[in-house]
């Protein structure tokens, strides 16, 4: 079996920024060509714990009507080395 990678389901279009916990791209979905930020976590620095609640923090607050000062959350990935988040 061939091993995940973030570019077998998206495009990574330009880097948007830098920081402690990661790099956020700009990406593509390659099945509709839909836009998304990707923010890429390395596992390495990003607990099991610290990512699973991110991530839930981010599906409680996309839950509808969400808000407009929000970024809403659309998918989540892992491969060996990064946990992603796709964001508006």
Not at 12 to 21: A, D, K, P
Not at 49 to 73: M, N, W, Y
Not at 80 to 87: P, R, T, V
């Amino acid at each position: 079996m061939k091993p995940f990678s973030i570019k077998q389901v998206y495009e990574i279009v330009q880097v948007l920024g830098e920081g402690v916990y990661g790099t956020v791209y700009q990406a593509r979905r390659k099945a509709d060509g839909f836009s998304v930020a990707l923010k890429a976590m390395p596992r390495e620095y990003t607990g099991k714990t610290d990512f699973e609640h991110e991530v839930a923090v981010l599906q409680h607050l996309s839950k509808p009507p969400g808000h407009e000062h929000i970024v809403r959350f659309y998918d989540l990935h892992r491969d060996d080395k990064n946990y992603y988040l796709a964001m508006e």
